[in-house]
């Protein structure tokens, strides 16, 4: 049986200190690297799924970016696949969370059925774009996460290893 399960950048593995692409300022969530290694041992595909607003502005650091990405699988372990929205926030497209067109990639990339997929993320737009999907959503809250979101959420996890475990007893 094919799993995969997926996770949000900012606010999930690394922490959000916007705009994210300056290396000296990643710090990583401390349970990703377990998280990670979790997923890997149960055989999951890992990707990551990431709405990138500012690259759409002609500034941005794209260098930076690919960087920041590098190093969180240095310090995590390895990534299977990145999907990232590189659209402005209104531009409508199909691929920005909330909508599921992140998801639609990872699944079809992976080859996996929805049923077998769960997306862990730190706000209501993932676990919106996960139910759209007909993935399963896990929320793991921060301090941004606001209370409505953590109520909607269908599960609701401490850290990224508990969240892997919820997931592995689901899909
Ligand atoms: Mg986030
Ligand atoms: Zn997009």
Redesign the pocket.
């Known amino acids: 049986m094919k799993r995969a399960i997926l996770f949000?950048?900012?606010?999930?593995l690394i922490e959000?200190n916007p705009p994210n692409n300056d290396v000296s300022a990643v710090a990583l969530m401390p349970s990703a690297a377990g998280a990670i290694a979790l997923a890997r041992e149960w055989e999951c595909r890992i990707g990551v799924i990431s709405n990138q607003p500012a690259i759409a502005v002609e500034s941005f650091d794209m260098a930076g970016f690919r960087e920041v990405n590098t190093l969180i699988q240095q310090r995590i372990g390895s990534i299977d696949a990145w999907f990232i929205c590189p659209h402005a926030e209104n531009a409508d497209c199909e691929c920005r969370k909330p909508r599921p067109g992140l998801v639609h990639s990872a699944i079809r990339r992976f080859d996996v059925s929805p049923a077998h997929v769960a997306l862990v993320?730190?706000?209501g737009a993932?676990i919106e774009a996960a139910a759209r999907a007909g993935v399963l959503g896990i929320l793991v809250p921060n301090a941004k996460t606001r209370e409505s979101e953590v109520r909607r959420a269908p599960i609701v996890a401490s850290d990224l290893v508990s969240a892997v475990r919820r997931a592995l007893e689901f899909i």
Not at 8 to 12: C, F, M, P, Q, S
Request: proline share 0%; net charge negative; glycine share 20%.
């Open positions: 949000d950048r900012d606010g999930t959000d993320g730190d706000i993932d």
